[in-house]
Nanobody
Framework: QVQLVESGGGLVQAGGSLRLSCAAS????????MGWFRRAPGKEREFVAA????????YYGDSVKGRFTISRDNAENIGYLQMNSLKPEDTAVYYC???????????WGQGTQVTVSS
Protein backbone atom coordinates (compact mmCIF):
# COMPACT_ATOMS: atom_id res chain seq x y z
CA GLN A 1 0.00 0.00 0.00
CA VAL A 2 0.89 3.65 -0.39
CA GLN A 3 0.09 6.23 2.25
CA LEU A 4 -0.44 9.86 1.27
CA VAL A 5 -0.57 12.69 3.79
CA GLU A 6 -1.47 16.21 2.68
CA SER A 7 -0.58 19.42 4.48
CA GLY A 8 -0.48 23.13 3.81
CA GLY A 9 -4.12 24.04 3.49
CA GLY A 10 -5.62 27.05 5.21
CA LEU A 11 -7.35 30.39 4.81
CA VAL A 12 -5.99 32.98 2.40
CA GLN A 13 -7.27 36.14 0.81
CA ALA A 14 -8.02 36.32 -2.89
CA GLY A 15 -4.84 36.95 -4.85
CA GLY A 16 -2.73 35.16 -2.27
CA SER A 17 -0.73 31.96 -2.44
CA LEU A 18 -0.55 28.60 -0.69
CA ARG A 19 1.62 25.55 -1.15
CA LEU A 20 0.20 22.12 -0.52
CA SER A 21 2.42 19.14 0.21
CA CYS A 22 1.75 15.44 -0.21
CA ALA A 23 4.11 13.07 1.55
CA ALA A 24 4.14 9.54 0.15
CA SER A 25 5.27 6.48 2.07
CA UNK A 26 4.97 2.72 1.83
CA UNK A 27 5.27 0.96 -1.52
CA UNK A 28 6.58 3.98 -3.40
CA UNK A 29 7.51 1.88 -6.43
CA UNK A 30 3.80 1.53 -7.15
CA UNK A 31 3.51 5.22 -7.88
CA UNK A 32 3.67 6.17 -11.54
CA UNK A 33 1.75 9.40 -11.25
CA MET A 34 0.74 11.76 -8.44
CA GLY A 35 -2.06 14.23 -8.73
CA TRP A 36 -4.26 16.72 -6.98
CA PHE A 37 -8.03 16.86 -7.07
CA ARG A 38 -10.48 19.11 -5.32
CA ARG A 39 -14.10 19.02 -4.27
CA ALA A 40 -16.06 22.14 -3.50
CA PRO A 41 -19.35 21.99 -1.58
CA GLY A 42 -22.15 20.83 -3.84
CA LYS A 43 -19.82 20.16 -6.76
CA GLU A 44 -18.24 17.12 -8.31
CA ARG A 45 -14.62 16.22 -7.79
CA GLU A 46 -12.39 18.18 -10.16
CA PHE A 47 -8.98 17.31 -11.54
CA VAL A 48 -6.41 19.97 -10.67
CA ALA A 49 -2.95 18.76 -11.68
CA ALA A 50 -0.79 15.66 -12.09
CA UNK A 51 2.88 14.81 -12.42
CA UNK A 52 4.52 11.66 -13.73
CA UNK A 53 6.95 10.21 -11.21
CA UNK A 54 9.37 9.06 -13.92
CA UNK A 55 10.01 12.18 -15.98
CA UNK A 56 8.09 14.92 -14.13
CA UNK A 57 5.74 15.57 -17.05
CA UNK A 58 2.93 17.76 -15.79
CA TYR A 59 -0.77 18.11 -16.57
CA TYR A 60 -3.24 20.76 -15.43
CA GLY A 61 -6.95 21.35 -15.32
CA ASP A 62 -8.12 24.30 -17.40
CA SER A 63 -9.28 26.28 -14.39
CA VAL A 64 -5.82 26.37 -12.80
CA LYS A 65 -3.48 26.61 -15.79
CA GLY A 66 -1.03 29.45 -15.38
CA ARG A 67 -1.76 29.82 -11.66
CA PHE A 68 -0.91 26.46 -10.11
CA THR A 69 2.32 24.50 -10.41
CA ILE A 70 2.80 20.86 -9.49
CA SER A 71 6.23 19.53 -8.64
CA ARG A 72 7.95 16.78 -6.69
CA ASP A 73 10.97 16.20 -4.50
CA ASN A 74 12.58 13.00 -5.74
CA ALA A 75 14.66 12.40 -2.65
CA GLU A 76 11.88 12.90 -0.13
CA ASN A 77 8.95 11.41 -2.11
CA ILE A 78 6.93 14.56 -1.59
CA GLY A 79 4.66 16.19 -4.13
CA TYR A 80 3.82 19.88 -4.06
CA LEU A 81 1.08 22.08 -5.43
CA GLN A 82 2.02 25.75 -5.53
CA MET A 83 -1.14 27.81 -5.84
CA ASN A 84 -0.84 31.44 -6.83
CA SER A 85 -3.38 34.13 -7.66
CA LEU A 86 -5.98 32.26 -5.66
CA LYS A 87 -9.66 32.99 -6.26
CA PRO A 88 -12.69 32.38 -4.06
CA GLU A 89 -13.77 29.69 -6.51
CA ASP A 90 -10.62 27.75 -5.62
CA THR A 91 -12.15 27.09 -2.21
CA ALA A 92 -12.42 23.32 -1.78
CA VAL A 93 -11.03 20.29 -0.05
CA TYR A 94 -7.89 19.33 -1.93
CA TYR A 95 -6.94 15.66 -2.18
CA CYS A 96 -3.64 14.13 -3.13
CA UNK A 97 -3.81 10.94 -5.15
CA UNK A 98 -1.38 8.50 -6.72
CA UNK A 99 -1.54 5.47 -8.92
CA UNK A 100 0.01 3.26 -11.55
CA UNK A 101 -1.11 5.35 -14.52
CA UNK A 102 -2.82 8.57 -15.51
CA UNK A 103 -6.51 8.03 -14.97
CA UNK A 104 -6.07 5.21 -12.49
CA UNK A 105 -5.99 6.84 -9.10
CA UNK A 106 -5.55 4.06 -6.59
CA UNK A 107 -4.36 5.82 -3.45
CA TRP A 108 -5.85 8.86 -1.78
CA GLY A 109 -4.95 11.18 1.05
CA GLN A 110 -7.36 12.44 3.66
CA GLY A 111 -7.72 15.90 2.12
CA THR A 112 -6.83 19.41 3.24
CA GLN A 113 -9.15 22.41 3.27
CA VAL A 114 -8.30 25.49 1.24
CA THR A 115 -10.48 28.55 1.77
CA VAL A 116 -10.04 31.70 -0.28
CA SER A 117 -11.82 34.79 1.02
CA SER A 118 -12.92 37.62 -1.24
Amino acid sequence: QVQLVESGGGLVQAGGSLRLSCAASGLIFRIYVMGWFRRAPGKEREFVAAIKWSDSSTYYGDSVKGRFTISRDNAENIGYLQMNSLKPEDTAVYYCSAGPSLGKWTFWGQGTQVTVSS
